[in-house]
């Protein structure tokens, strides 16, 4: 595709995990690791304090200090991008704010979930925390979460904006993936928001992935989105069929339950996750264990 736009934040973004130590407390230093560890592998960046993340259930002085602990981390080899939305504008544009000022270099903001706002709403909702600060801003459209699409006219609207410069694509329509692609605007970039769909995303012309699995095989998805972009589609072939597994296995249970078992089987411990979220069930731990076994061919 000649006319792909550029990716802003990079090709494959980790939405990063928030680890807790034995008694529910953010754990700091493991998260420095953590970012560390992805930079190594595979990672160009990191949304710290998405849905993954927890973003939920973390307090905002949490949030800040992970921000912090992320740009501090990531240095100069990674973009750290902020989940800074919720379904409270005034609360959204106040933590973009205080993520401006800590360092960040752009923010995400899901579509406001529970209140159902129509499209006009969103559209301001949005706007307003484009406007709260110099960061750009990435939009995460998601409605099997949220149960309120981001129509394509709204989110051509909003992609007009010079501060709203993405949006990651959990949408799980191909059909509605085209027809944005098509109409949004030169330059305005779409990234996967599914690691199952990212080279499908890619080959109607998206730039990249939001993933979940590349705290395994960051590595691989690269690989991947290359094979996309060089129209190789025998390789495309050969590693989606290989990460096929993991891609699946995380999502065998509610996110990031699965995630958070396998990565303290294969990486190091990231404690439990918060309720109203439960640990994960062993079978779920050896299915993800497998699964990784699988995605080392590529």
Do not use: C
């Not at 200090?65 to 240095?75: I, P, Q, S, T």
């Not at 051509?156 to 085209?178: P, Q, S």
């Not at 305005?188 to 890619?202: E, H, L, N, P, Q």
């Amino acid at each position: 595709m000649d006319n792909r736009p550029q990716a802003p934040f990079g090709t494959v973004l980790t939405a990063v995990l928030t680890p807790f130590d034995e008694d529910g407390a953010v754990d700091y230093g493991v998260f420095w690791k953590l970012i560390r560890h992805l930079a190594d592998n595979g990672s160009d960046g990191v949304v710290v304090t998405g849905t993954t993340g927890e973003s939920p259930t973390l307090s905002k002085p949490e949030k800040i200090a992970l921000y912090k602990a992320a740009v501090e981390a990531a240095g100069e080899r990674m973009k750290v991008i902020a989940g800074t939305g919720t379904y409270n504008t005034a609360e959204s544009i106040a933590l973009t704010e205080q993520a401006a000022s800590v360092g960040v270099h752009a923010a995400m903001a899901v579509t406001p979930y529970y209140s159902k706002p129509p499209q006009a709403g969103l559209a301001q909702h949005f706007t307003a925390i484009a406007e709260a600060s110099d960061l750009p801003l990435m939009l995460y459209n998601i409605p099997g979460r949220t149960s309120r699409l981001i129509e394509v006219e709204t989110l051509v609207e909003l992609a007009h904006h010079d501060k709203i410069v993405a949006v990651k694509d959990a949408v799980g329509d191909h059909d509605y993936t085209k027809r944005a692609i098509k109409e949004l605007p030169e330059g305005f970039a779409v990234y996967s928001g599914d690691d199952g769909r990212t080279k499908d995303i890619v080959y109607a012309g998206g730039v990249g992935v939001v993933s979940v699995a590349a705290h395994f095989v960051g590595s691989q998805i690269q690989k991947l989105v290359a094979a996309v972009m060089a129209e190789d589609h025998d390789e495309v072939n050969r590693i989606h069929e290989a990460l096929s597994p993991i891609f699946g296995a995380l999502f065998v249970e509610p996110s990031p339950m699965p995630l958070k078992a396998g990565m303290g089987a294969l990486w190091a411990s990231v404690g439990q996750p918060r309720l109203p979220l439960v640990p994960a069930s062993d079978e779920t731990t050896e299915q993800v264990k497998a699964a990784y076994e699988v995605a080392q061919s590529v």
